[in-house]
């Protein structure tokens, strides 16, 4: 039975890392409106392929909140009704929220597989709960995380709703990410205190090196979200060439570029110490692969001027280090010894 729960804890950390990579490929599309209402798509269940599917038309049943485009604006259908041969502006209501009233097909679908694997990793986190409630012989620390999981993803989607709401305010989608990252730390943590705790014994300046290595990755996070708000200012302003993208990049560029010679400085240090002492494992390894591949895609945005897939790639290889720096420390704290 503890297998079970260790797979299903497995499959939901991967979920979450789909939902994230999905939103990172939103945001590199521009597809983050690609549905204007939450939770439905143009107040469809399943999203419209055809802007003519978006228009009023005589003699047409339409349901409650089902939404039509007039005179490059959003109206939302006040309820079930067939409509006759004129259009009549009493069965609609303006779209309040914003005053986005563009139909591309492309981004719709994009948004709505977004959603879609959001969906997914609910219902994952409800299962883990549902698991974890009806099972007797389970630590009672499980059902804490299991409950804050699941309180957690249902936060993450109202705050994703809010997102869309806002026509996609900066904040709102840095709050968004923080959220998904707040996920990947519960679920890495019930992952490690439900796993076998066999591995090496490591020195207690070791637990120190990796708090402080965590700390500075998600300092990283926070300069590259505002880094990244800068960038799709400028993707709206000069969409056809990323080369000028950064040209005018603010001070915090400079030093989110600089500042991951410091991850990885401290992180090689670490290296050489766990090596000295013969405990450089497979997660440390792992941790020094995802920083790497993380700087030759900064690399690659630079110089390359943004190759396409690199922006989403570089941040779910952030997210990824966010997890195995996180589990690596937990590792350490678990085993520890004197120095």
Known sequence: MKNKFIQLIKINLILVYLVIAAGAIVRMTGSGMGCPDWPKCFGYLIPPTERSQLDWYPQHSYHKNEVIIVDESLRVALSDFTSGPSYNPNNWAPYTKHDYALFNPVHTWIEFINRLLGALAGLGTLILFVFTLFQRKIKPLNRLWSTLILFGMAFQAWLGKTVVDSNLLPLKITLHMAMALMLVALLVLLYHQNKPNDGPVFPKSMSKLALAALVLTLVQIALGTQVRQFV????????????????????????????????????????????????????????????????????????????????????????????????????????????
């Not at 991951?260 to 020094?288: C, D, E, P, W």
């Not at 922006?311 to 010894?337: D, E, I, M, N, W």
Request: glycine fraction near 4%; include cysteine.
């Open 232 to 339: 799709d200012l400028q993707m709206h302003q000069a969409a056809s060439n990323p080369e000028n993208w950064l040209l005018t990049a603010p001070l915090k560029f400079y030093i989110h570029r600089s500042f991951s010679i410091l991850v990885l400085g401290l992180h090689l240090y670490m290296a050489y110490l766990l090596r000295k002492a013969q405990l450089l494992t497979t997660t440390f390894k792992n941790i020094l692969g995802l920083i790497l591949a993380n700087i030759l895609t900064g690399i690659a945005m630079y110089y390359i001027d943004f190759p396409w897939g690199s922006q989403p790639l570089h941040l779910v290889l952030s997210a990824l280090l966010f997890g195995a720096q996180f589990y690596f420390l937990l590792l350490c704290y678990a085993r520890k010894k004197q120095p």
